[in-house]
């Protein structure tokens, strides 16, 4: 790696912000023999450009000697942030490989069948006369043969090992804050219905620790490889067949790597083991009623299993810290340094942070109190009815612009949608479902009403530039579910710091989604009381920018509640914009603090309410990551 080759590698023909002091940390923190640096960079920073300028100081072909690594890789939890680098005329020379479901086989017969269940897969010794034009093979290609191969995290990770995508001299990897989380959700086994392909023909027994689950894995990879034996055996197969011998070998290699790493006395891993109930008190029997005699006595009750690592070091070290010389961890909220260094089997004292300073006006990103109570589940059914109130309230001081409500979960989205409904207000309202979330989420953006969607799990890799959004109101602390048994595990390890940093993480992420240039301004309502006592309880990993936020913060004269309001339009607005100095969001962009203000003169304006789409995502499973 050359760090003095930061700023020629920069490809934007000018800097902005803290861009250029950026560079000059960056590269000196290389330049000081660090293998990887961690680069603390918040929203606005122009990330994926600090990102690239690092990539290009990575060796080149020409300058490594045959056994040295060259070239970069980039690398992003989010398929959204990876589609947004590859239309980037900026980074058009970071070359894009995504997994073989999101290509089409280009046969005349098969243009509708995605690569991982074309002919090639589907019938042995098949010779396929296109494969040099291949759209899957032919951007791997390329992304193996250039300087700079991007991909998602998880493609990244399923590759480690590859022949094609060998270790390289520099890795980015960008959105870095979840990575030890990325990687616990990538290395944990569901063992279930829609997981095992044969699931109902197994005796799966009752597992009360983990040394029954490592025998229990032991014995699945087994009858896995043999079923898959008999599918390769076969002269051609179905898609449906495909299907099942490649998540065949996905499982063998997940119950081996469990059952390998569990016997590892070196291996800083621990497994948790969660066991659902079974569907019906019959499964799981012989025919007669009598149990297998290769469960050794153990009755054939137990459910669906959930396999799960803490910390899996080990797994990182193979699956990223194998795969480069140096790198680099792009985030902005990578809250406290040695935490996350522990998190991901890193040591603190061999890394260096390189903090990038806000270059966006604090009163142009308030935060609004407008708590109500707790959100927890003892005190939802009392508080929901009080925060839809709100957000009508919100809504009326902000009668022309949209707006974003963080639900948190679909059950709050579904209350808060039926109560936004009842008062009257449910024309300005869209909502959407699992299955459409990216479709209506689009349709939104796209629309020039301002309507206010209510999501769930929105709170990263969204960027509501401009007017797509001047207004949000977070409904919930994002606290992780106790009931989770990696979250109970580390709290009855006392590690509260952690539980809290991790909500306080989603909140800094979320609030970033409505501002996204030093000249935007969008305010963020924060409703859930208990958000205030993750700010206290955090106060110590939270940047200074963010806590210039926090400091600031106040409590917002709304208007009083009147549902008829929320739906009309400001008469004097020209075009779609800023609301003529009347709302909490153009306040604070003109420096005021405090009032949000209904508008007057305001005529009445009909709206079409949005249909939950019932098209599936447009966007990949992060996880569907087929090499």
């Known amino acids: 790696m050359n760090p003095e080759r930061i700023f020629e590698a920069f490809p934007a023909p000018s800097y902005r912000g803290n861009q250029k002091r950026a560079l000059h940390d960056i590269r000196d923190a290389f330049a000081a023999g660090n293998d990887v640096v961690l680069v603390r960079a918040p929203t606005g920073s122009g990330k994926s450009l600090l990102a690239r300028a690092v990539a290009g100081c990575a060796r080149t072909v020409e300058e490594a000697e045959p056994s040295e690594a060259s070239g970069a890789y980039y690398t992003t939890p989010q398929v959204s942030q990876l589609d947004d680098v590859a239309s980037d005329d ?12 999101n290509y089409t086989c280009i046969l005349p017969e098969e ?6 269940q074309a002919p090639c897969v589907r019938e042995r010794g098949y010779d396929c006369s296109v494969k040099h034009r291949c759209p899957y093979f032919s951007d791997r290609a ?14 990244f990770m399923q590759t480690a090992g590859s022949e094609v ?24 086994i569901q063992l279930g219905p829609r997981t095992v392909p044969f699931w109902d023909e197994l005796r799966v027994p009752e597992v009360d620790r983990v040394e029954r689950a490592v025998r229990y894995a032991e014995n699945l990879a087994q009858t896995c490889g043999r079923r898959k034996d008999d599918l390769l055996a076969q002269e051609a197969l179905s898609p449906a067949e495909v299907r099942e011998r490649d998540r065949l070998q996905e499982l063998i290699g997940e119950l081996e790597w469990f059952v390998s790493d569990y016997r590892d006395p070196e291996s800083p891993t621990t497994w948790l083991v969660d066991q659902s109930e079974p569907a019906g008190s019959a499964r799981g029997r012989d025919g007669d009623g009598s149990e297998g005699d290769d469960r050794e006595g153990e009755d054939d009750t137990g459910g669906p299993l959930t396999i799960k690592p803490m910390n899996p070091e080990k797994y990182l070290a193979h699956t990223v810290w194998d795969r480069g010389n140096k790198f680099a961890l792009l985030s902005a909220t990578i809250l406290n340094k040695e935490a996350f260094c522990r998190q991901v089997g890193l040591e603190p004292s061999a890394v260096a942070l390189v903090d990038v300073g806000h270059t966006f006006p604090v009163e142009n990103r308030p935060l609004y109190d407008v708590t109500q109570g707790k959100m927890t589940y003892e005190h939802r059914g009392e508080t929901t009815p009080k925060i839809a109130r709100t957000i009508v309230r919100v809504m009326q001081a902000h009668p022309d612009e949209k707006g974003l409500v963080h639900a948190h979960s679909y059950d709050i989205q579904e209350q808060l949608a039926d109560h936004l409904r009842d008062f009257g207000v449910g024309d300005r309202i869209r909502t959407h479902d699992r299955d459409g979330r990216d479709a209506d989420l689009e349709e939104w953006k796209a629309s020039d009403d301002p309507d206010v969607f209510l999501s769930v799990k929105m709170e990263e890799a969204l960027d509501l530039k401009g007017d797509l959004c001047r207004f949000q109101v977070i409904c919930k602390a994002p606290f992780l579910n106790t009931s989770d048994s990696r979250v109970a595990h580390r709290l009855e390890e006392g590690q509260w710091a952690w539980y809290f940093r991790s909500a306080l993480r989603t909140v800094i992420q979320a609030c970033g989604r409505v501002i996204r240039a030093p000249d935007d301004y969008g305010a963020t309502y924060l409703a859930d009381s208990s958000l205030l006592d993750c700010f206290e309880r955090a106060r110590t990993d939270m940047p200074d920018w963010f806590a210039d936020q926090v400091d600031r913060m106040e409590r917002p004269s709304l208007p009083e509640f009147e549902p008829r309001a929320a739906l009309e339009a400001t008469s004097t607005r020209g075009g779609r914009g800023r609301s003529t100095g009347t709302s909490a969001s153009a306040d604070s962009a003109n420096g005021a603090r405090g009032d949000s203000r209904s508008s007057d003169g305001r005529g009445g304006r009909s709206r079409r309410r949005s249909r939950r789409s019932s098209r599936s995502s447009p966007l990949a499973d992060v996880w569907d990551t087929d090499g």
Request: without cysteine; glycine residues 4%.
């Open 90 to 101: 900026l980074l058009s020379d970071l070359n894009v490989i995504r997994g073989k479901s």
């Open 165 to 188: 995508f060998r270790t390289r001299d520099v890795v980015v990897v960008d959105e870095a804050h979840g990575l030890a989380e990325w990687a616990e959700m990538y290395a944990t």
């Open 111 to 116: 243009r509708n069948t995605p690569v991982n």
């Open 142 to 155: 390329i992304a193996s043969n250039r300087e700079i191969a991007a991909m998602t995290l998880a493609y």
